[in-house]
């Protein structure tokens, strides 16, 4: 696992999201610079499921040259091993598994950060799973469910099993994503885990990339949202850490990302659906308008055209302003960033 970490700074690492991060999206994050290495979206486990056809294309026809880990979600213990089983025959890195995702929806089924309630199921689930992947074997969490106090003996757990690295979301699953990190937690992390432990949440531009890694020492940075807003991140932070100046984005940089993005989701398309497209892309653009003009996100959300959708885009970024360094604090989409700033 170790060498997936660059000696001079972090590893670099895109956080799966759902519906979001699909092969296409690796591909654009490629061409922007791009992270060490991927995440898939997760496949859902369940007693009769196997892996998606349309997530396993992001192992499958991943042309971006980076290696690839496969994330499951689930409860079901036999049916994760049989999954791991079948993932195992791909060309992929190692398994990973999630245990952080806070949606409702999943954390009903006891599955993602719902698992982090049921740690005696966890406990077989990663003994049992440990046994099963012969690959890299990691997990994705976060702090707690419902406090941050749970974190000492979720890592206890953790420490029992041989897993070879451990991404943690600074959050409790209550917490979402409407509240600064704990990054003390994550810090104690490292310094108590055998394995690598890679930071998440927060991560919106390269100053907060590297205040949290300097109050974590984590080995790595796992970033989605930032990356969604800013695909020049990896590739900043990148440059900086070799102590490089890096790129500083206009709004037509924007402009020329949300183009290209749009083209190459449009090629998933068997038969083109323009409004549908035009939604799909409306999706990305919720955090990529963020901090640009009031309106800017209000004209998007309206659009039902590729003409009427671009048009806006036109409208507020055909300009050679650089872009804010930083979104907006406290909305739905970034919350609570400006703590790692802080001494």
């Not at 600074?170 to 409407?178: D, I, P, S």
């Not at 890694?213 to 800013?230: D, E, F, P």
Request: charged share 30%; with cysteine; proline share 5%.
């Amino acid at each position: 696992m170790r060498s997936l970490f660059p000696e001079n700074r972090p590893a670099l690492v895109l956080a799966p999201m759902q519906d979001v991060t699909d092969l296409p999206f690796m591909r654009v994050m490629s061409e922007f610079g791009g992270p060490d290495y991927f995440v898939t979206e997760y496949f859902r486990v369940h007693q009769d499921s196997r892996p998606e056809k349309h997530i396993l294309r992001s192992i499958t026809q991943n042309e971006t040259g980076k290696p690839i880990f496969a994330q499951l979600i689930g409860m079901d213990i036999p049916a994760m091993v049989k999954n791991v089983e079948i993932l195992q025959r791909y060309e992929i890195e190692g398994i990973d598994i999630n245990m952080g995702c806070p949606a409702p929806v999943v954390c009903r089924k006891d599955a993602g950060g719902g698992l982090l309630r049921k740690l005696d199921h966890v406990n077989d689930m990663l003994g049992t799973l440990r046994d099963a992947v012969h690959k890299k074997f990691t997990v994705k969490t976060r702090v707690g469910y419902e406090s941050h106090e749970e974190f000492e003996t979720i890592l206890q757990l953790f420490r029992k099993h041989d897993i070879d690295a451990l991404a943690i979301h600074g959050r409790t699953v209550k917490e979402r994503y409407q509240t600064p990190v704990h990054d003390d937690c994550i810090k104690h992390a490292v310094e108590t885990m055998a394995c690598p432990v890679i930071a998440n949440g927060n991560v919106v531009n390269v100053a907060t990339g590297r205040a949290y890694h300097a109050k974590t020492n984590a080995a790595g940075l796992m970033i989605g949202r930032g990356a969604i807003r800013s695909p020049w991140i990896f590739q900043q932070l990148k440059d900086s850490y070799e102590g490089k100046d890096y790129h500083k984005p206009t709004r037509k940089h924007l402009r020329h990302y949300v183009e290209v993005l749009y083209h190459e989701l449009a090629k998933e398309w068997k038969e083109f659906d323009e409004q549908r497209h035009v939604n799909k892309m409306k999706r990305y653009l919720i955090y990529i308008s963020q901090g640009i003009d009031a309106d800017f996100e209000f004209e998007i959300r309206r659009v039902k055209s590729a003409e009427a959708f671009f048009g806006v885009c036109d409208k507020y970024l055909l300009r050679d302003e650089l872009l804010p360094e930083l979104p907006p604090e406290n909305s739905k989409i970034f919350c609570g960033f400006s703590a790692l700033l802080e001494d």
